[in-house]
């Protein structure tokens, strides 16, 4: 997937710029505090830390997508495997945003602003999708 390979070079991208916090506790510590403009978590997160974000983005009001394995994540930020990140600029995360959107390649494909709704439903029902 070409979108796949663009949302991981932007990652890598906003590393090198140093605006990407990394690991479950800088994430939740960058979302708490009001500075992340997203947050990515891994596809192959435990529940427990897929529900913990979906809650804390919910109430603070930061768009969640689950994405790429921690592998990936994490070659793509030049690290070891990473579960979850917050980007921390908003140029950043709407240009991934973006190509998260137009990646979903589901039925909200057509309606973007349903997509961190349906993340994190997928989240707390095990992947599957049922608002629609």
Sequence with gaps: MVNRQKILNLIGL???AGK???GE??????VKAGKASLVIVSEEASDNTRKMFTN??????VPIYFFGRKEE?????????RASLA???NGFAKAIEKLMNTNAGSECENEPSH?????AECAQNG??????
């Design 14 to 16: 906003a590393t090198k």
């Design 20 to 22: 990407i916090s990394s």
């Design 25 to 30: 506790f800088m994430t939740e510590k960058s």
């Design 56 to 61: 804390t983005c919910t109430y603070y009001k």
């Design 73 to 81: 994540l994490g070659h793509a930020m030049g690290k070891e495997m």
């Design 87 to 89: 980007v921390v600029d």
């Design 115 to 119: 997509l961190p709704v349906c993340a």
């Design 127 to 132: 992947g599957k999708h049922e608002s629609l």
